[in-house]
C-alpha cells in the first residue's frame, strides 16, 4: 500500500469527513493545518498499527509533527 | 503487569495498600444504589469493564475499589499524581496507570486496553481533574474513555457519588445500567466525532445517576 494513501485513510479512521483529505501533503502540520488532537493522534496511530503492522511508541508520536514525519516513521518500521 | 517493568504492580502490596486505606479513609461500607434506586451489587465478574464517575477526591480510587469489592480494580492516573519516585511507587503498585495527558500517551492505553482484555476492571475519572463544582451537572469528558471501550469492548460503568457530609458518615453512590458502545455503532475504529457523540450519550448517563443521587441524598 502507498504509503500517503494509508496515511488518508488512517485520517478518515480518526477524523470521519471532517478533515479535507487533499489538505494531507506531506508538508502538513499535523495540529496547525489538520487540527489533530491527542485522541485523534492516537486513533490515527491505531489505525496505522493496523494497516502496516508495527507499533507506535510514545517517542514516535512526540517526534511527529508534519505528514511527512509519519510517512518517515512507516517507511523506517516496515 | 504485562512483561513492562514501568508498569508492573505487586499484587500483595496492592492487597495490603487497599486495605489500608479502605480502614483508615473510613470508607468501608458504602451504601450502593442502582438508578432505580435499588441496592446495587456488580453483577459483571467474568468480564472486563470501565468504572467511569465524576472526581471529588483523592480517596475515590479507593472508594470505587470498596463499592466494586469483588473485583481487582485498577485506575488511569494522572502524572501529576505519580510525579515523585516515592508517589510513582505507591502509586503503582495500587494499581494506577500513569497516563500523561499532554501527550498522546499511546504506552498507557496499550497498558489499559491489556489490562480490559485480561477481564480486569478499570476506573476513570474521565474529568481529567477533581471536579470543583460539585453540585454541578458533569457537562464535558476526555474521550479517552470511548477509545478504550471501543478498541476492547467493554463495557462501560457509569456511577456518580460525593463526598460525606462528615467523615465519619458512609458514602453513597449511584451506579448505572452498563453502557455498551455496540449499541452505537459496530464498528471499532471510532473517529473522533463519533466518540465526541458517544461521550455525550455517557455524560447523560452519569448525569442520571446524579439526579437520583440528588432524590436519593437531597443533594448532600
Sequence with gaps: ?78 | MFGDKKYSVNMFFYDISHGIVLLGGNIPLPKKYTVNKEPFRNKIKEEGMIIVGNHVSFKDPWFYSAVFSNRRMFFLASELVMKDPIRDFLCRHSGCIKIDRNIADINAIRVATKTLKHKRCLAIFPEGTLHKKETEDLTEIKTGVIFLASQTGVPIIPAYSLKPKHWYNRRTIVVGEPFRISDYTKRKFLSVPEMDEIARALIEKINECKNVFDEITGGK
Aim: hydrophobic content about 45%; cysteine-free.
Design chain 1, 1 to 78: 500500500m502507498d504509503i500517503l494513501e494509508g496515511i488518508k485513510e488512517a485520517v478518515t479512521d480518526a477524523f470521519g469527513d471532517e478533515i479535507d483529505l487533499t489538505k494531507i501533503t506531506p508538508e502538513a502540520n499535523l495540529k496547525e493545518d489538520l487540527g489533530f488532537n491527542s485522541i485523534g493522534m492516537l486513533a490515527m496511530a491505531v489505525s496505522l498499527e493496523e494497516k502496516f503492522g508495527f507499533a507506535f511508541t510514545n517517542d514516535d508520536l512526540s517526534a511527529i509533527t508534519n505528514v511527512q514525519d509519519v510517512i518517515d516513521l512507516v517507511k523506517s518500521r516496515i
